[in-house]
Nanobody
Framework: QVQLVESGGGLVQPGGSLRLSCVAS????????MGWYRQAPGKQRELVAS???????NYADSVKGRFTISRDNSRNIVYLQMNSLKPEDTAIYYC????????WGQGTQVTVSS
C-alpha cells in the first residue's frame, strides 16, 4: 500500500520561499502522476501543480512563474519549490499520487503572513 508523507511547510513572510517535499513508499512511484493540491479555509481543494512520470508539468494559473514541481524517481520524492509567496497562497498543501486511483498525504500547513 502506497503512503505519502509531506514535509517543509511553515510560516513565511510575503515574498519568501519554501520547498515542500513528499516521500512515497512503494514501487509504483516512478510510473504515477504526482501532484500538489491545496485547500484554504472555506474553499475547495484545488490543483496547484502536477508532473507526469516523464516529467511533463502542469500548473495552476495563479502559481505559474512562481512555483516549480519536480520529482526524483530514484528516491521516490516529489518537490514543490514555492517562490514569491503571497498571503493568498496560505493553505494546507497535499501531495497526491494518481495511478488507477488517488492516494493522498496528510497535508502540510503553509502560512504566508507578515
Amino acid at each position: 500500500q502506497v503512503q505519502l508523507v509531506e514535509s517543509g511547510g511553515g510560516l513565511v513572510q510575503p515574498g519568501g520561499s519554501l520547498r515542500l517535499s513528499c516521500v512515497a513508499s512503494g514501487s509504483i512511484f516512478s510510473i504515477a502522476v504526482m501532484g500538489w493540491y491545496r485547500q484554504a479555509p472555506g474553499k475547495q481543494r484545488e490543483l496547484v501543480a502536477s508532473i507526469s512520470y516523464s516529467g511533463s508539468t502542469n500548473y495552476a494559473d495563479s502559481v505559474k512563474g512562481r512555483f516549480t514541481i519536480s520529482r526524483d524517481n530514484s528516491r521516490n520524492i516529489v518537490y514543490l519549490q514555492m517562490n514569491s509567496l503571497k498571503p493568498e497562497d496560505t493553505a494546507i498543501y497535499y501531495c497526491n499520487l494518481k495511478l488507477n486511483g488517488n492516494v493522498w498525504g496528510q497535508g502540510t500547513q503553509v502560512t504566508v503572513s507578515s
